[in-house]
């Protein structure tokens, strides 16, 4: 297994190379995984810049002393892939957030659709988004990633529309099989640029709505000959993209 990882602020480590990781990591690290002398972790801004690291010694419940010799960074995926996520019942748009983070979503727009039952509004709406943020942290530092996925502030449908007028590849996951939508296992892809996937509420997407996703440049597609949860639709597709793109590889 790889080594765990650990979400700091910087980078900034004596003239020796010592490091001192206090705080909740510290306490989560000291505490929690009860590391010792000689065992790897990783450190990690959570933006791609990232940091091999051996730990010296613990000190109390919470000060992990590790050696830092030197930082590297991460470059960026291609191409990136974003989904913009319905806001699904209950709890379900965490666990959205929580699988397309391990499997390796770069970005994640929650949208307010027509049909989601669910109304992001005032306080509760922040403490939603900051749910949101806190799993895709989580579930970062769990996958070993040392980039994150953004999550974005909640979007309108005319914003969704405008993020799909520039990307390079615009999705749809519409499941009416009538309509005759194309699979997306057989989509022309980017070798590089902004891939943006559309995944709809459990209602579906509103045709008003995919009018407007159509006019900025957005095809609708299907996953398969089944029809998927809001919150595992997302996943699912993005782990198809990275296996056909070669980010997989």
Same mark, same amino acid.
């Given at each position: 297994?790889?080594?765990?990882?650990?979400?700091?602020?910087?980078?900034?480590?004596?003239?020796?190379?010592?490091?001192?990781?206090?705080?909740?990591?510290?306490?989560?690290?000291?505490?929690? +995984?009860?590391?010792?002398?000689?065992?790897?972790?990783?450190?990690?801004?959570?933006?791609?810049?990232?940091?091999?690291?051996?730990?010296?010694?613990?000190?109390? +419940?919470?000060?992990?002393?590790?050696?830092?010799?030197?930082?590297?960074?991460?470059?960026?995926?291609?191409?990136?892939?974003?989904?913009?996520? %319905?806001?699904?019942?209950?709890?379900?748009?965490?666990?959205?957030?929580?699988?397309?983070?391990?499997?390796?979503?770069?970005?994640?727009?929650?949208?307010?659709?027509?049909?989601?039952?669910?109304?992001? +509004?005032?306080?509760?709406?922040?403490?939603?988004?900051?749910?949101?943020? %806190?799993?895709?942290?989580?579930?970062?530092?769990?996958?070993?990633?040392?980039?994150?996925?953004?999550?974005?502030?909640?979007?309108?449908?005319?914003?969704? &529309?405008?993020?799909?007028?520039?990307?390079?590849? %615009? &999705?749809?996951?519409?499941?009416?099989?009538?309509?005759?939508?194309?699979?997306?296992?057989?989509?022309?892809?980017?070798?590089? =640029?902004?891939?943006?996937?559309?995944? =709809?509420?459990?209602?579906?997407? &509103?045709?008003?709505?995919?009018?407007?996703?159509?006019?900025?440049?957005?095809? %609708?597609?299907?996953?398969?000959?089944?029809?998927?949860?809001?919150?595992?639709?997302?996943?699912?597709?993005? &782990?198809?993209?990275?296996?056909?793109?070669?980010?997989?590889?």
């Amino acid at each position: 297994m790889t080594a765990p990882v650990f979400v700091v602020e910087h980078f900034d480590a004596g003239g020796d190379g010592r490091y001192v990781l206090d705080g909740p990591e510290g306490r989560h690290a000291v505490s929690v +995984k009860r590391l010792q002398a000689g065992e790897d972790v990783i450190l990690t801004d959570g933006a791609g810049r990232w940091a091999d690291c051996v730990v010296l010694a613990a000190e109390g +419940k919470d000060r992990l002393i590790v050696q830092l010799d030197s930082v590297s960074e991460e470059p960026l995926a291609q191409p990136r892939i974003t989904v913009v996520q %319905a806001l699904p019942k209950g709890d379900r748009g965490e666990l959205a957030v929580e699988t397309m983070t391990e499997v390796g979503v770069d970005a994640v727009v929650p949208w307010q659709a027509a049909r989601c039952i669910t109304q992001w +509004k005032g306080e509760r709406g922040l403490k939603a988004l900051g749910k949101w943020r %806190a799993t895709a942290r989580e579930a970062g530092k769990q996958s070993r990633r040392v980039r994150f996925p953004e999550v974005a502030d909640a979007a309108s449908t005319k914003q969704v &529309a405008a993020l799909l007028a520039k990307a390079d590849f %615009a &999705a749809v996951l519409h499941s009416d099989f009538e309509r005759g939508s194309e699979p997306l296992a057989t989509a022309e892809l980017p070798d590089e =640029g902004e891939i943006v996937l559309v995944v =709809g509420p459990e209602g579906g997407v &509103a045709k008003d709505e995919l009018a407007l996703f159509e006019e900025a440049g957005a095809r %609708a597609y299907v996953l398969g000959p089944t029809v998927l949860r809001t919150s595992t639709a997302g996943t699912a597709a993005t &782990a198809l993209l990275l296996g056909r793109t070669g980010r997989w590889s």
